[in-house]
């Protein structure tokens, strides 16, 4: 676990600090916990979650850099998420339009061995704010730190589980209560072109209404064939808000963003989730990952410049509605 850099919320933000203390992980500058002011947990974290190297903690938001997935020659995501970052003692001021001073400050710094396989020199600032109302900030700052004066290209994500109440409802039990009853559903991506991971990045556009989770592999077809709903689909150019509806939890979550123009919608469905060693058998229909992220167009740092991408997440009483 974290310690934190303290400011001055000790005085002014008790509650803050307790819950900012339990919610950081230095391995992976990896965010585990986000509770509403009910004490609900609002990320997902599976059971099977391991909290050491070599693996990434399952859950959470782990912070996928400098690469995203497989789009590349490292390892899978990149290597800041099964990495131990530090406190950052003395970051430089960070330009927010919050106000809370409930935050954690971690950075990363590449090691030998990481040299040898990205042999690129880099700072990365994290910043974790708890804002007043519950609502939790990531912003990301790269720095170029090479001196022999050579450009790095990198592609980024924050890779968030959300917690939902059902994910299969709407999805098995027929186009009537597919389309009355959806549970879960994303708004924001409607009529976005969209690289489908599980048809070789292949580009589609998507249609029609809000996303909700019905068979890919046998469209207009749920009515009969309880089929998979294994969704791997990075969505590009997303607009800078996103939300997620659950129905039955009277809840949705608001994602924004700056800086990440893609969003990356994953879910492993049965199979997939079986097959992972880190995943319980049937966490899948309580999970959503809504991954914030610059994917398509890799983002280029010269030497001294400065990249930063921002996330900041609110989970308001589903009275809430799209476009308010
Ligand atoms: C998503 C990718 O971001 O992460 C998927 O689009 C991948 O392709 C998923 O399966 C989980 O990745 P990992 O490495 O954490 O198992």
């Given at each position: 676990r974290c310690n934190v850099?303290?400011?001055?919320?000790?005085?002014?933000?008790p509650c803050f600090l307790e819950q900012i203390l339990s919610m950081v992980y230095l391995y992976g500058g990896h965010v585990t916990s986000w509770k509403n002011d009910h004490g609900e947990e609002l990320l997902f974290v599976s059971s099977?979650?391991?909290?050491?190297?070599?693996k990434a903690i399952r859950g959470g938001i782990p912070i996928c850099f400098?690469?995203?997935?497989?789009?590349?020659?490292?390892e899978q995501h990149g290597f800041a998420r099964n990495r131990f970052w530090s406190i950052d003692t003395d970051p430089p001021p960070f330009p927010t339009n919050s106000s809370s001073k409930a935050f954690v400050d971690l950075i990363l710094k590449p090691s030998e061995e990481d040299l040898k396989i990205w042999p690129h020199s880099f700072e990365f600032r994290l910043r974790v704010t708890l804002g007043p109302g519950g609502d939790l900030m990531l912003t990301s700052r790269i720095r170029?730190?090479?001196?022999?004066?050579k450009p790095f290209t990198f592609t980024f994500a924050y890779h968030t589980y959300f917690s939902v109440s059902d994910i299969r409802k709407g999805c098995c039990f027929g186009l009537a209560y597919l389309l009355l009853f959806s549970e879960v559903r994303v708004e924001g991506l409607e009529t976005l072109d969209y690289l489908d991971n599980l048809k070789n990045k292949e580009r589609f556009t998507e249609q029609g209404d809000a996303i909700t989770f019905e068979s890919e592999a046998s469209p207009g077809n749920h009515l009969l064939v309880p089929d998979s709903c294994y969704v791997d689909k990075i969505y590009l150019s997303t607009p800078t808000k996103i939300a997620i509806l659950d129905h039955e939890k009277k809840r949705t979550f608001v994602i924004r963003k700056d800086g990440l123009p893609d969003a990356v919608v994953w879910n492993p469905w049965d199979k997939k989730a079986k097959a992972m060693?880190?995943?319980?058998?049937?966490?899948y229909k309580h999970m959503l990952c809504m991954e914030t992220a610059a994917v398509e167009k890799a983002i280029t740092l010269k030497p001294g410049e400065e990249w930063r991408g921002r996330q900041e997440l609110s989970a308001v009483p589903s009275s809430y509605c799209s476009g308010q």
């Open positions: 850099f303290i400011g001055d919320i000790l005085t002014t933000l099977k979650a391991i909290f050491k190297p070599p400098p690469q995203f997935s497989n789009h590349g020659s490292l170029n730190t090479n001196v022999e004066g060693a880190d995943f319980g058998d049937d966490e």
